[in-house]
């Protein structure tokens, strides 16, 4: 897994495994989290997002996990595909009056075998 | 619909000049961030706009400026130059940032090399 501020860490899967990301993140009054995928050479991507009165949210192959107690959060990518392959990173957006100042973590990057 | 664009793509500069960037959001959105990007720092909020006004911004210092224009396209400039604003310099857009969702769209950034 990761933590903001530091390495960057590799996770290796094959193709059709789950893949599970993780992050934690700084600021235990952080209210929204969102996780980005980066293909090399591009922008980040918007994957899913979650409030923090969730615990858990649903997406297209993806589940995002809030464990507010430990301050972590994960990344569930389900029958993980060789498109998967990316840097994944956090981000978490601090109270800020409802306004998005997001927090970045460093990223994990993921790269699947077919 | 297009997706965000910027230019230039890639930028070469030397100490002590300054850079302007340009970003075009999607069409109909009106809130435009800035991040810089580097492998030591990964992805740092630099500031947003929105309705022509910087409505947030980050910890960055002065050298840093941008402005949004009423077609809602933005730039941002870097007085200054020091090697370490060497970055990639990423531009995303939204509908508007205060709402339940804050889904932004990035473009593909400007990769700026301070020599």
């Known amino acids: 897994g990761e933590s903001v501020g530091l390495h960057l860490p590799t996770l290796s899967v094959q193709e059709g495994d789950n893949s599970i990301i993780n992050c934690a993140y700084s600021n235990s009054a952080s209210d929204y989290f969102i996780w980005y995928k980066q293909e090399s050479g591009k922008g980040p991507q918007f994957i899913i997002d979650i409030r923090s009165n969730m615990d858990k949210r649903q997406g297209q192959r993806v589940t995002v996990l809030l464990n507010k107690t430990v301050k972590h959060l994960s990344l569930q990518i389900a029958a993980t595909q060789p498109g998967d392959s990316a840097v994944y990173f956090c981000a978490e957006n601090p109270p800020s009056g409802g306004s998005y100042i997001p927090t970045f973590g460093r990223g994990t990057s993921l790269i699947v075998h077919p | 619909k297009a997706g965000v664009t910027q230019t230039p793509r890639y930028l070469i500069k030397t100490r002590g000049q300054q850079v302007t960037l340009s970003c075009s959001p999607i069409s109909g959105h009106r809130s435009v961030s800035w991040y810089q990007q580097t492998p030591g720092q990964g992805l740092q909020f630099l500031f947003e706009?929105?309705?022509?006004?910087?409505?947030n911004k980050g910890n960055f210092p002065g050298r840093f400026s941008g402005r949004q224009f009423s077609n809602s396209r933005s730039e941002m400039n870097v007085s200054t130059l020091e090697l370490g604003d060497s970055a990639l310099y990423l531009c995303a857009s939204s509908l508007a940032g205060r709402v339940s969702s804050y889904e932004q769209y990035f473009g593909p950034g400007t990769r700026l090399t301070v020599t």
């Open positions: 706009y929105f309705s022509e006004t910087q409505r």
